[in-house]
């Protein structure tokens, strides 16, 4: 921004357009997907009964990973969208 602000401009001009906002809530998905995993298999190596359980510790991951997203992906997407079709 110091260098050229033109050229700042012109990029977060590139990043509000609606791919740009669907790769953003692409990757916020991986990663707390990634993250709820990650606790699940330290569950499974850790927790003596964890191997037992390692299926419904896969749908508990899955569901609040859901609980999660999908309030993010409304407020995102509405917003992404909002601003492509000339909102704020």
Do not use: C
Request: aromatic share 14%; net charge positive.
């Amino acid at each position: 921004m110091r260098v050229s602000p033109e050229a700042y401009t012109a990029v977060i001009g590139a990043y509000k357009n609606p791919i740009m906002g669907l790769g953003e809530a692409a990757l916020v998905a991986a990663i707390v997907f990634h993250a709820f995993n990650g606790l699940r298999i330290i569950a499974v190596d850790f927790w003596k009964k964890g191997p037992k359980y390692q299926r419904q510790l896969l749908w508990g991951v899955l569901a609040l990973w859901a609980v999660t997203m999908i309030p993010f992906l409304i407020r995102h997407l509405t917003i992404v969208f909002s601003n492509f079709f000339g909102g704020n």
